[in-house]
């Protein structure tokens, strides 16, 4: 099918080699909590926000968002488009509400999961009327109709599904008003974790994130090859059919050995795979276990959007609590050859050096160590540079196609590249080309660009003399 609609074309072509020796960025996060909006994109600034929106994390090791999170706000990170998926387990905590024998108002948690059966509800007498008082222990809703007490379940009922932030509530009889009720917790909340399959994440992309704007993706708590493959085939369609780019950054299973992270499969520009593992302290249990790779990914990634696009994370300090290559033997800490090891079969290698924890060096899953896309910061300012010009470009669609229009896109094209020298996203670049192409409705737009590159290796010269000049 012929490509009638108008839009900007931009090919990347690259004419360096990389040989040994010779902004803040959005990322979005798919995941699971015991709170929160299901099925749609929450954006939020810092780890406060999102426990606000997602509950805390009581869940030991089968809730992921809010690790994920913590890690990535440990490592400064930036904003963050958050997704939570739930299976069709999930369900609201409820409580049900009495006149003598008879059910008349039924209380369900705002939202699908566990953090419902905290929340509980005061019924008190207001003479013949009655008021409700909500609390999940952080904050108290009280409904008492201006200090007057509700008459009838509907009108409470309207008052609450008005007005809370914690619970909706039905009237299930009008006819008598409900009992006064001792504080009770809602209770039988289930968080919808545990059944969930590769197509309810790829499906989100699609249904949810296909069209957001973010430059790097994570999802906490999946290490598996093939769902890594499946996440990348998402990623890069976005790219084609909706010129957005962004990076899939992942890891590896817990105490997974190099031969096996070595064999994966999933390759590519946009993906960067992390490895070992990392220790992690659970924040409401205090009780300290060893977690994956994809949530070592998540600290990684906070480390990357801080710096995004143009200084590299390779030897940069990762605030982690420990990494653990090997559980039962306690192998935190990859040496020299392993780290070689890992490099050579394009996986991110996070060590300690000096006296700090860091990356070896960032790369990423591309299938040549020569090329310049194996760094991760080179793909991250093509992505960067490749966004600004075609929102720029995209602006001149339906212009007429003129040589004072073509002058004037490329006066707009290297004022913008000036600016990337002068914040150090590149390191030089030649005067921008634009030509009519051979159709008239076409112009041809010609950029050459130096991305600003990493220090990877020093060559120091020592001479040893016995002339001292003295």
């Not at 015991?34 to 929106?53: K, S």
């Not at 108290?140 to 609450?160: F, H, K, M, R, S």
């Not at 020299?336 to 890992?342: E, R």
Request: aromatic letters at 8%.
């Amino acid at each position: 099918m012929s490509q009638l609609r108008p839009k900007v074309n931009i090919d990347v072509k690259s004419d360096i080699a990389l040989l040994a020796q010779t902004g803040v960025a959005t990322t979005a996060f798919i995941g699971t909590s015991q709170w929160g909006p299901i099925d749609t994109v929450t954006t939020v600034n810092n780890l406060a926000e999102a426990i606000t929106q997602f509950g805390d994390d009581i869940s030991g090791e089968t809730l992921t968002l809010i690790k994920g999170l913590d890690l990535y706000y440990r490592n400064v990170g930036g904003t963050a488009k958050i997704v939570r998926i739930a299976d069709s387990d999930k369900t609201k905590s409820t409580l049900t509400l009495d006149a003598g024998s008879t059910s008349v108002v039924r209380v369900d948690g705002k939202y699908y999961g566990t953090y419902g059966d905290n929340i509980m509800v005061t019924v008190t007498a207001n003479g013949l009327a009655k008021d409700v008082n909500i609390t999940d222990g952080i904050s108290t809703e009280t409904y008492d109709n201006a200090g007057n007490g509700y008459l009838t379940n509907n009108a409470l009922v309207t008052a609450i599904n008005a007005g809370s932030n914690l619970v909706s509530s039905t009237s299930l009889d009008n006819t008598y008003l409900v009992d006064a009720l001792s504080q009770t917790n809602l209770a039988s909340g289930d968080d919808g974790e545990d059944g969930l399959v590769t197509s309810d994440y790829t499906d989100i992309l699609d249904a949810e994130l296909l069209l957001e704007n973010f430059d790097i993706l994570c999802v906490p708590g999946m290490t598996a090859d093939a769902f890594q493959t499946a996440i990348m085939a998402k990623v890069n369609s976005r790219v084609i059919a909706e010129d957005k780019y962004s990076v899939y950054i992942s890891g590896i299973a817990v105490d997974e050995t190099i031969a096996t992270a070595s064999e994966r499969t999933t390759t590519g520009q946009r993906f960067t795979l992390v490895a070992p593992n990392c220790d992690y302290t659970n924040r409401i249990s205090d009780v300290s276990t060893v977690i994956d790779g994809s949530y070592l990914a998540c600290a990684y990634a906070g480390l990357v959007a801080t710096n995004w696009p143009a200084i590299s994370p390779t030897h940069k300090i990762l605030n982690v609590e420990g990494l653990s290559i090997l559980e039962s033997a306690s192998t935190i800490y990859y040496n020299n050859g392993q780290q070689n090891q890992l490099l050579n079969s394009m996986i991110t290698p996070i060590t300690k050096i000096g006296t700090s924890i860091m990356p070896t060096r960032a790369v990423t899953r591309h299938t040549s160590t020569t090329e310049v896309y194996y760094e991760q910061n080179i793909v991250d300012i093509i992505h960067y540079v490749k966004y600004d010009i075609l929102n720029l470009l995209t602006g001149f669609i339906g212009k007429p196609n003129l040589s004072r229009i073509r002058a004037v896109i490329a006066k707009n094209i290297d004022g913008y590249l000036e600016q990337y020298k002068l914040d150090e996203i590149i390191n030089d670049f030649t005067a921008t080309q634009v030509e009519e192409g051979t159709s008239t409705d076409t112009i041809n737009v010609t950029m050459v660009i130096k991305p600003t590159f990493a220090v990877n290796f020093i060559n120091v010269t020592l001479t040893i003399s016995s002339l001292w000049g003295w």
